[in-house]
Nanobody, 123 residues
Framework: VQLQASGGGLVQAGGSLKLSCSSSARPFSRFDMAWFRQSPGNYREFVAG????????RYADSVKGRFTISRDNAANTQYLQMNSLKPEDTAVYYC?????????????????WGQGTLVTVSS
């Protein structure tokens, strides 16, 4: 399974970005999907996850109300809409995939990872 993340960039605080993650997984709908992020000196942290059908989503407290995860199973792609961005959101964002009974929020549970896309939020 290959994952390709895109959409990162430089944005001012308060701005928005939308990340995309295309997947070679087939069928895509068998996989739980998630976004993690990692900034220098920090552990990779869970940002948001979405279940196979898209019916269940989970968010880190730090992004609730600002970020929205979604997926298009027909397009084999998941998305992360990021609004009201803050400088502390600056990180490399990774998409991840796994086949698991329930939607996991721990990085070790995820088997497949994309290469990461850098998001930089300036103050």
């Amino acid at each position: 399974v290959q994952l390709q993340a895109s959409g990162g960039g430089l944005v001012q605080a308060g701005g928005s970005l939308k990340l995309s993650c295309s997947s070679s997984a087939r069928p895509f709908s068998r996989f739980d999907m998630a976004w993690f992020r990692q900034s220098p000196g920090n552990y990779r942290e869970f940002v948001a996850g979405i279940s196979k059908s898209g019916g269940n989503t989970r968010y880190a407290d730090s992004v609730k109300g600002r970020f929205t995860i979604s997926r298009d199973n027909a397009a084999n792609t998941q998305y992360l809409q990021m609004n009201s961005l803050k400088p502390e959101d600056t990180a490399v964002y990774y998409c991840a995939a796994v086949i698991y009974p329930i939607l996991p929020t721990i990085a070790d549970r995820y088997r497949y990872w994309g290469q990461g896309t850098l998001v930089t939020v300036s103050s």
